[in-house]
T-cell receptor, first 117, second 111 residues
Framework: GAVVSQHPSRVICKSGTSVKIECRSLDFQATTMFWYRQFPKQSLMLMAT?????????EQGVEKDKFLINHASLTLSTLTVTSAHPEDSSFYICSAASADRGNYGYTFGSGTRLTVV | SQQGEEDPQALSIQEGENATMNCSYKTSINNLQWYRQNSGRGLVHLIL?????REKHSGRLRVTLDTSKKSSSLLITASRAADTASYFCATFSGGYQKVTFGIGTKLQVIP
């Protein structure tokens, strides 16, 4: 089955520093990847959609200069939280889709717990 | 209410009982999917039902879809303690549309 690897699973960083989260599709080519944010006891909120080789599309209210997304290859997308602050502490999850699979079941990564201190 | 809104938001049952969760949505969809999330983990895809389907089974899972009422239900039969998790429905429209998740139902199965 399709597997998406997300790394790191947990990260603690100091306020003002930047953190990079990687999302890799291991056994399929992900033409589209999605980044979500989830606050405790809440649902997933889509942050941005990235297509390989093009700029990401951000949802309203998401600062593109703060959450940098790069989808340089068909198997890797990265989310960089720049100048992180405590309010950025959250659970970030990526998911991947491919043209072959359509939207019949996106594959999700295992998530990254970011804590900014 | 938001697209993909589940109810109840929390459900506690005894092991062996059935658990039913409902999801309502607003717009037309191509398919609806149910996901499971264990605490602090990623999402696991459970089952997909297309807009032209009314019922689907997968193991102990049974999903129904009523497009006239814009609602879906997920039934877990003979629940187990390991079924304890949050369950989300997600609606898909068109191609790579953004997936809209509800707030989920937190299921607790008591051994």
């Amino acid at each position: 089955g399709a597997v998406v690897s997300q790394h790191p699973s947990r990260v603690i960083c100091k306020s003002g520093t930047s953190v990079k989260i990687e999302c890799r599709s291991l056994d399929f080519q992900a033409t589209t990847m999605f980044w979500y944010r989830q606050f405790p006891k809440q649902s997933l909120m889509l942050m941005a959609t990235s297509n390989e080789g093009s700029k990401a599309t951000y949802e309203q209210g998401v600062e593109k200069d703060k959450f940098l997304i790069n989808h340089a290859s068909l198997t890797l997308s990265t989310l960089t939280v720049t100048s992180a602050h405590p309010e950025d502490s959250s659970f970030y999850i990526c998911s991947a889709a491919s043209a072959d699979r359509g939207n019949y079941g996106y594959t999700f990564g295992s998530g990254t717990r970011l804590t900014v201190v | 209410s938001q697209q993909g809104e589940e109810d109840p938001q929390a459900l506690s049952i005894q092991e062996g009982e059935n658990a039913t969760m409902n999801c309502s949505y607003k717009t037309s969809i191509n398919n609806l999917q149910w996901y499971r999330q264990n605490s602090g983990r990623g999402l696991v895809h459970l089952i997909l039902i297309r807009s032209n389907e009314r019922e689907k089974h997968s193991g102990r899972l049974r999903v129904t879809l009523d497009t006239s009422k814009k609602s879906s239900s997920l039934l877990i039969t003979a629940s187990r303690a390991a079924d304890t998790a949050s369950y989300f429905c997600a609606t898909f429209s068109g191609g790579y549309q953004k997936v809209t998740f509800g707030i989920g139902t937190k299921l607790q199965v008591i051994p």
